[in-house]
Each structure stands twice: as C-alpha cells, then as structure tokens.
C-alpha cells in the first residue's frame, strides 16, 4: 500500500465517523445507531496506532502490508462498550409490576391450601412468621421463599435492565425491589392491609448484597428459635441490616435506600413493639 492510499485509508474512515455522527444527529433519539463519541474514538484509535506503526518502522507501509490489527481491536472495543439506556416510561412499567408481583398473596394461599384463613389466627398479619404460628415451620418455610422471590426476581429485573448514566442498574434494582416491598406491606388488591415485608425485603437484600443477604435469615432463624418470638427476630435482624450494610463501605445512597426500607419494616411491627413490652406477643409453632 502506497503513502496516498495510507492516506486514503484514514480519510475513509474520519468520513465514515462524520457521516455516523451526521446521522445521529438527525436520527430520533434511542434508534440505536452507533454513539458518535464511541465511533470517534475508534477512529482516532485507528490512525494514531497507524502513524505509530510506521514512525517505529520509520518507513510507509510497502506493498502487502496491512494496518495494525490493534487499531480495530480498539475500535470494536470502543462500541462494543456502548450503553442502551432504559427510556423512562419502560423504567416507570417495570416500577408497576414490581409493585404487583408484591401483591401476589403467598401466605394466605398456603394458610387457604391448608384449611385456614390466615387472617383470623394468631396476629393475623398474612406473613411467614404468623404462617409458621398457625401451621409449622415448613409452611412458614413455603411463604417465606414465595415471598422472597417474589422481591428478588423484582430486584433482578432493575439491576438487569436498567442503566443510568454510569452503567449500572443498582439505582432502578433498589427501586424495583422496595416497589415490590411496598405492595406487599399496602397491596392495592386488599385495601392496602398486607405483611410486614421481612421476607420481601430479605429477597432484595439477597439479589442487591448477597453475603448480608444470605447471612440474614440465617441470623433470624436462630434468633426465633432462640427467643421463641419470630416478631423479636425480626426486629433484631432487620434493624442490624444497615449497620452490615455501612460496614461493606457502599454508597451513602445505598445505605440510606436500605436503611429506609428496613425503618418501614420495623414500623410496620409496632404492634409486635407493644406486645413484647407487655409479654404478650404469641410464640413459635415448635
């Protein structure tokens, strides 16, 4: 190849980064056409790597020889790179069915598949823990994991699909499974009276912090059967979240999303407070 085809070379492609760039501007936006930064670079890449190449040689490349294969390699790079970034509205839906999948009634189908009516036994919260009261631990063990993957197949479509302008969808997993928390605690579908969202909030916990996440149920099954109170349990364990949590060195957002999660949970148990004062809160089904 000649010193003018060379230059040929490297003008074809600072044209076809314009004429991409052209295009993106008139193009709407969120079409998928090739980010004009990205392209760009790749095309600066491939002439700055070029005239590299040949000032080491220090001589033009002669019949035969080809550009050097790392100039592509960095372009390719460059838009294999590219973000798709969720649109607003598919983000806002993905909200919405967080929220209903929270509502899916998992205690009361279990507690009704058993003959009862989870409402009128024991605290008559529609939760694992009550559940576990009324029936044993393997049915409470049952909603416990239908309530948890109910949170975290929530959580894991945010992390999954949505990415903001750093790349990553952790801001849209949280919302996502505190959607799902929030309809189990206030489903729509039952005049806004639901669980507690321990469970709920286990399984975000577990998809968005895996080891804490794991380590939590752990620390609630053997403060219940310590204790013989679920209720104290769970307090305990949820209220030691966001202190694991600040210790793994997370985002001060992370922290704060968790820790007002977990300070709606423990709302949500302020019967549970008041019984556990006055020693009358119900124990375990051993």
């Known amino acids: 190849m000649t010193a003018g085809a060379g230059a040929s070379v490297t003008n074809s492609t600072c044209c076809t980064a314009r004429v991409i760039a052209t295009s993106n501007r008139r193009a709407p936006r969120g079409v998928g056409l090739v980010d004009e930064t990205l392209v760009g670079a ?4 491939l002439r700055a790597n070029r005239e590299h190449s040949l000032s080491k040689s220090g001589k033009r490349s002669g019949p035969g020889r080809r550009p050097h294969a790392g100039s592509f390699t960095l372009a390719l790079v460059g838009r294999s790179q590219q973000r798709v970034k969720m649109p607003p509205v598919l983000a806002v839906l993905l ?3 967080s929220y209903a999948l929270g509502t899916f009634p998992s205690a009361i189908l279990v507690a009704r598949a058993n003959g009862i009516d989870i409402s009128t036994v024991g605290s008559g919260n529609p939760g694992a823990s009550n559940v576990t009261r009324a029936l044993g631990w393997r049915k409470g063990v049952w909603v416990y994991v239908l309530d948890a993957l109910k ?8 992390l999954g699909m949505g990415f903001d302008w750093a790349g990553t969808g952790r801001p849209l997993g949280y919302v996502c499974g505190v959607a799902a928390a929030l309809g189990h605690m206030f489903p729509a579908t039952r005049g806004f009276k639901g669980g507690k969202g321990v469970a709920c909030g286990s399984g975000a916990l577990i998809v968005l912090q895996p080891i804490i996440g ?3 149920p752990i620390v609630w099954w053997l403060l219940s059967k310590m204790t013989g109170k679920a209720a104290l349990g769970s307090i305990l364990t949820v209220g030691s979240v966001p202190i694991g949590l600040a210790l793994t060195g997370r985002p001060a957002w992370e922290f704060g999303a968790m820790a007002g999660l977990c300070g709606l949970i423990l709302v949500k148990h302020w019967r549970n407070f008041g019984r556990l004062i006055r020693r ?7």
């Open 42 to 45: 790749g095309s600066c890449a």
């Open 214 to 216: 794991i380590a939590a």
């Open 95 to 97: 909200i919405f069915l």
């Open 280 to 286: 009358e809160e119900p124990g375990l089904r051993r």
């Open 151 to 158: 949170a975290g197949l929530a959580t894991g479509l945010g």
